[in-house]
């Protein structure tokens, strides 16, 4: 299977490596270095050391459903990465001009740089989650609200087609089923099957998720990653799960991960 980066994670984290070589070099550099000579090569420096310091960043672009442990070693992987990097190479291009302190303030600006960017990514997406549950529990006090009313008048809220529209599915003992779209939670593809679940069962499809995602998509079910298609009517909350990442959870208990390339569809999706 083809695999993709996600180009548009990796520029902004990119971005963020950039800027916290930038403040790295800005900073020791007037602390330390001030009456040194600065060539044209110096000012690039950040841009290539940012670049050699995002090679361990790539699996997390490639992978989709790595777990918050992964997340974490990988993140930290990342970090000693960028403190050798960043010693050894000021070490031999600025070192007798900033001496040993100097470049023990150079591994402790990269330590705090890098604390303080994910911090900040960690605020906003917990900002981001918590504005997309108000909004899931504004939804869900409008549904409450709408089936306490007369059944006449809920029905003329709500598109016929959108509870009508069935999808064919398999049960136990392959038994043939038309399942109401608006009540699958989800779809789940594992290797070459994929299975529909509501919240009491599990239907097993004949077809492949894509064709399953043109079929649903006008109920409201939405791509979540290159397995899962999620129901966006039938989220209670989300949760942050690092890495720009999102938990869904579902009625059944289950918590379904929308991947970096597909939470913003999520976000969007929610609050427009």
């Not at 000021?90 to 150079?106: D, P």
């Not at 981001?128 to 009313?149: D, F």
């Not at 598109?159 to 136990?172: H, Y």
């Not at 079910?221 to 690092?242: C, D, E, F, G, H």
């Amino acid at each position: 299977m083809k695999t993709n980066i996600n180009l548009t994670s990796f520029l902004r984290d990119f971005f963020l490596v950039e800027t916290e070589c930038t403040l790295s070099f800005a900073i020791i550099g007037t602390l330390f270095a001030r009456e040194a000579a600065i060539s044209y090569a110096h000012i690039f420096l950040p841009l290539v050391f940012g670049l050699v310091c995002m090679i361990p960043c790539i699996p997390v672009y490639l992978k989709e459903n790595m777990t918050i442990p992964q997340v974490l070693v990988q993140r930290s992987v990342e970090l000693v990465f960028l403190e050798i990097v960043f010693v050894v190479a000021s070490k031999i291009l600025v070192g007798s001009v900033i001496g040993s302190k100097g470049l023990v303030a150079v591994a402790i600006s990269v330590v705090v740089f890098d604390f303080f960017s994910y911090f900040f990514m960690y605020k906003m997406e917990k900002a981001e989650t918590e504005k997309l549950n108000k909004k899931l529990n504004e939804l869900a006090a409008k549904k409450l609200e709408s089936e306490n009313k007369d059944g006449e008048e809920h029905k003329s809220d709500v598109p016929a087609d959108k509870n009508l529209k069935n999808i064919e599915a398999f049960g136990e003992h392959d038994c043939k089923v038309q399942l109401k779209l608006d009540e699958i939670l989800y779809f789940e593809a594992d290797a070459e099957q994929v299975f529909a679940y509501t919240a009491d069962e599990i239907y097993q499809m004949k077809l492949r998720l894509y064709q399953v995602e043109s079929i649903s998509k006008t109920a409201g079910i939405i791509r979540a990653s290159k397995s899962y298609l999620v129901n966006l009517n039938k989220i209670q909350s989300v949760r942050t799960a690092l890495n720009s990442r999102l938990y869904a959870k579902m009625p059944n208990g289950e918590e379904v991960l929308f991947s970096r390339k597909y939470a913003p569809v999520l976000k969007e999706a929610m609050l427009s």
